[in-house]
T-cell receptor, first 116, second 115 residues
Framework: KAGVTQTPRYLIKTRGQQVTLSCSPISGHRSVSWYQQTPGQGLQFLFEYFSETQRNKGNFPGRFSGRQFSNSRSEMNVSTLELGDSALYLC???????????????FGPGTRLTVT | QQQVKQSPQSLIVQKGGISIINCAYENTAFDYFPWYQQFPGKGPALLIAIRPDVSEKKEGRFTISFNKSAKQFSLHIMDSQPGDSATYFCAASSGFIGAGNMLTFGGGTRLMVKP
């Protein structure tokens, strides 16, 4: 069974630009979560989508947004990039239900975003 | 309330020894506690997870011990191997409707197993 895939793997952008990252979840998984990983702040939750609906959002500015498509693939967008947005952006997929293995989250390899 | 505190930040263990990483949480709504292993340049990989209805779970060389009253849980790696050298993260989430599967992570422990 294929794992979570993320594209692109690496990105270099300039301050003020915007960026879109893509995530394809494991087949059968309807939940996609996004996390930001930095050396200073660690792993922080951005948002989670289930069946095209955002169920939860972390404490990030409105410049960070996302969406999910009917095939469960998800994209996240960061507008007006700042230097502090440089990070590894991780996508995780799960069945999205409570109990059993429903909330086991499996991470992709991440997209390394560098803002210059 | 949402914080998960992890210790130690770094750990050096001899090959064959036991590695122990500890986590503590405050939010009593947490009901799912996974551990992740991350190698440089890779995403975190789910290692083992536990729910509050059991006090211990073992999978191969990896064991989670859970103390609900103390709101603490720990990862034990038995017979540690150089290939176990990685960063380990504990995490917690709540299964309440609307929680949206949000994992709250500890700060990570960088483990080095010396040959």
């Amino acid at each position: 069974k294929a794992g979570v895939t993320q594209t692109p793997r690496y990105l270099i952008k300039t301050r003020g630009q915007q960026v879109t990252l893509s995530c394809s979840p494991i087949s059968g998984h309807r939940s996609v979560s996004w996390y930001q990983q930095t050396p200073g702040q660690g792993l922080q939750f951005l948002f989670e989508y289930f069946s095209e609906t955002q169920r939860n959002k972390g404490n990030f500015p409105g410049r960070f947004s996302g969406r999910q498509f009917s095939n469960s693939r998800s994209e996240m967008n960061v507008s007006t990039l700042e230097l502090g947005d440089s990070a590894l952006y991780l996508c995780a997929s799960s069945r999205g239900t409570s109990g059993g293995d429903g909330d086991e989250q499996y991470f992709g390899p991440g997209t390394r975003l560098t803002v210059t | 309330q949402q914080q998960v505190k992890q210790s130690p930040q770094s750990l050096i263990v001899q090959k064959g020894g036991i590695s122990i990483i500890n986590c503590a949480y405050e939010n009593t709504a947490f009901d799912y506690f996974p551990w992740y292993q991350q190698f440089p340049g890779k995403g975190p990989a789910l290692l083992i997870a536990i729910r509050p209805d059991v006090s211990e779970k073992k999978e191969g060389r990896f064991t989670i011990s859970f103390n609900k009253s103390a709101k603490q849980f720990s990862l034990h790696i038995m017979d540690s191997q150089p290939g176990d050298s990685a960063t380990y993260f504990c995490a917690a989430s709540s299964g309440f409707i609307g929680a949206g599967n949000m994992l709250t992570f500890g700060g990570g422990t960088r483990l080095m197993v010396k040959p």
